[in-house]
Protein backbone atom coordinates (compact mmCIF):
# COMPACT_ATOMS: atom_id res chain seq x y z
CA UNK A 1 0.00 0.00 0.00
CA UNK A 2 1.10 3.39 -0.62
CA UNK A 3 -0.03 6.76 0.63
CA UNK A 4 0.51 9.85 -1.40
CA UNK A 5 0.66 13.73 -0.66
CA UNK A 6 1.16 16.20 -3.50
CA UNK A 7 2.09 19.85 -3.17
CA UNK A 8 3.09 22.97 -5.37
CA UNK A 9 -0.09 24.41 -6.13
CA UNK A 10 -0.98 27.60 -5.75
CA UNK A 11 -1.67 31.35 -8.31
CA UNK A 12 0.13 31.71 -11.08
CA UNK A 13 -0.58 34.12 -14.09
CA UNK A 14 -1.20 32.97 -17.23
CA UNK A 15 2.29 32.09 -19.16
CA UNK A 16 3.82 30.95 -15.67
CA UNK A 17 5.09 28.41 -14.72
CA UNK A 18 4.72 25.66 -11.59
CA UNK A 19 5.93 22.04 -10.04
CA UNK A 20 3.92 20.17 -8.16
CA UNK A 21 5.52 17.25 -6.13
CA UNK A 22 4.25 13.80 -4.74
CA UNK A 23 5.89 12.17 -2.04
CA UNK A 24 5.02 8.47 -1.48
CA UNK A 25 5.47 6.62 1.47
CA UNK A 26 6.35 2.70 1.51
CA UNK A 27 9.83 1.03 0.34
CA UNK A 28 8.28 -0.47 -2.83
CA UNK A 29 7.72 3.16 -5.11
CA UNK A 30 10.02 2.17 -7.03
CA UNK A 31 7.40 -0.94 -8.59
CA UNK A 32 4.42 1.43 -9.16
CA UNK A 33 3.46 3.16 -12.74
CA UNK A 34 2.16 7.11 -11.53
CA UNK A 35 -0.04 9.35 -13.13
CA UNK A 36 -1.45 13.18 -12.57
CA UNK A 37 -5.32 13.87 -12.96
CA UNK A 38 -7.00 17.10 -12.88
CA UNK A 39 -10.45 18.46 -12.06
CA UNK A 40 -12.22 21.61 -12.51
CA UNK A 41 -15.27 22.49 -10.92
CA UNK A 42 -18.51 21.17 -12.83
CA UNK A 43 -16.56 19.06 -15.12
CA UNK A 44 -15.08 15.22 -14.39
CA UNK A 45 -11.87 14.45 -13.83
CA UNK A 46 -9.05 14.02 -16.55
CA UNK A 47 -5.81 12.47 -17.63
CA UNK A 48 -3.15 14.61 -17.54
CA UNK A 49 0.05 12.62 -17.53
CA UNK A 50 1.75 9.14 -17.12
CA UNK A 51 5.02 7.60 -16.40
CA UNK A 52 6.12 4.13 -15.91
CA UNK A 53 7.71 2.54 -12.68
CA UNK A 54 10.90 3.18 -14.26
CA UNK A 55 10.48 6.28 -15.33
CA UNK A 56 11.42 5.23 -18.81
CA UNK A 57 7.96 5.76 -20.68
CA UNK A 58 6.12 9.13 -20.40
CA UNK A 59 2.46 9.57 -21.77
CA UNK A 60 0.52 13.29 -22.16
CA UNK A 61 -3.04 14.10 -22.58
CA UNK A 62 -3.25 16.28 -26.03
CA UNK A 63 -3.86 19.42 -23.85
CA UNK A 64 -0.67 19.59 -22.53
CA UNK A 65 1.96 18.08 -24.53
CA UNK A 66 4.77 20.36 -24.86
CA UNK A 67 4.14 22.09 -21.56
CA UNK A 68 4.18 20.06 -19.03
CA UNK A 69 7.06 17.19 -17.60
CA UNK A 70 5.97 14.17 -15.79
CA UNK A 71 9.18 13.14 -13.97
CA UNK A 72 9.79 10.76 -11.15
CA UNK A 73 12.72 10.28 -8.65
CA UNK A 74 12.54 6.81 -6.80
CA UNK A 75 15.60 7.42 -4.60
CA UNK A 76 13.19 10.00 -2.90
CA UNK A 77 9.99 8.05 -3.75
CA UNK A 78 8.65 11.59 -5.92
CA UNK A 79 6.93 12.20 -8.83
CA UNK A 80 6.80 15.73 -10.38
CA UNK A 81 4.52 17.21 -12.80
CA UNK A 82 6.51 20.86 -13.81
CA UNK A 83 3.95 22.78 -15.46
CA UNK A 84 5.09 25.42 -18.28
CA UNK A 85 3.52 28.30 -20.42
CA UNK A 86 0.10 27.66 -18.18
CA UNK A 87 -3.35 28.75 -19.05
CA UNK A 88 -6.49 29.89 -17.30
CA UNK A 89 -8.06 26.58 -18.94
CA UNK A 90 -5.17 24.71 -16.59
CA UNK A 91 -7.20 25.83 -13.66
CA UNK A 92 -8.32 22.87 -11.30
CA UNK A 93 -7.29 20.34 -8.25
CA UNK A 94 -4.46 17.87 -9.42
CA UNK A 95 -4.46 14.77 -8.18
CA UNK A 96 -1.25 12.26 -8.07
CA UNK A 97 -2.04 8.29 -8.38
CA UNK A 98 -0.28 5.25 -8.10
CA UNK A 99 -0.89 1.92 -8.90
CA UNK A 100 1.17 -1.01 -8.65
CA UNK A 101 2.56 -1.91 -12.08
CA UNK A 102 3.55 -4.92 -13.39
CA UNK A 103 5.81 -4.59 -16.01
CA UNK A 104 8.32 -1.96 -15.40
CA UNK A 105 7.55 0.05 -19.17
CA UNK A 106 3.39 0.65 -18.70
CA UNK A 107 1.73 3.54 -18.39
CA UNK A 108 -1.81 3.83 -17.36
CA UNK A 109 -3.81 6.69 -18.86
CA UNK A 110 -7.24 6.26 -16.89
CA UNK A 111 -8.22 6.92 -13.54
CA UNK A 112 -9.76 3.39 -13.39
CA UNK A 113 -6.71 2.20 -13.52
CA UNK A 114 -5.53 3.71 -10.37
CA UNK A 115 -5.91 2.11 -7.23
CA UNK A 116 -4.28 5.42 -5.07
CA UNK A 117 -4.96 8.61 -4.95
CA UNK A 118 -3.48 11.83 -2.88
CA UNK A 119 -6.16 14.47 -1.72
CA UNK A 120 -5.32 16.95 -4.25
CA UNK A 121 -3.70 20.54 -4.38
CA UNK A 122 -5.38 23.38 -6.44
CA UNK A 123 -4.04 25.22 -9.17
CA UNK A 124 -5.14 28.60 -10.40
CA UNK A 125 -4.12 30.27 -13.44
CA UNK A 126 -5.27 33.87 -13.61
CA UNK A 127 -5.33 35.83 -17.30
Known amino acids: QVQLVESGGGLVQAGGSLRLSCAAS????????MGWFRQAPGNEREFVAAISSSGGITYYADSVKGRFTISRDNAQNTVYLQMDSLKPEDTAVYYCAADLARLNYIVLRTSRDYDYWGQGTQVTVSS
Open 26 to 33: GRTFSRYA
